[in-house]
């Protein structure tokens, strides 16, 4: 995976805090901010599938009543594959 250098500016309390956290679990700080972008992206998407799950109803499926639970279990799916 190539990584792009970025530059962050942090409260000095934001920095302390974090710095603390990676250290007790024993990475560095980039990978931290790396899993902590990641996992902010990943809930995005999942906010994204539901929505538009809940919308299925408008989009001119007629059997989102009965194939919700194949709809959501499609979507955790994706969501799982872009992990």
């Not at 990641?38 to 499926?61: A, C, M, N, P």
Request: proline residues 1%; aromatic residues 6%.
């Amino acid at each position: 995976m190539a990584l792009k250098r970025t530059q962050v500016y942090l409260e000095p309390e934001q920095h302390r805090l974090l710095k603390r956290e990676a250290e007790a679990k024993g990475i560095s700080l980039a990978e931290l901010l790396r899993r902590l972008a990641r996992e902010y992206l990943r809930k995005e998407t999942s906010r994204e599938d539901f929505f538009r799950i809940v919308g299925l109803g408008k989009s001119g499926s007629s059997d989102a009543a009965e194939e919700h639970d194949r709809y959501i279990s499609e979507a955790i799916s994706r969501d799982e594959n872009l992990r």
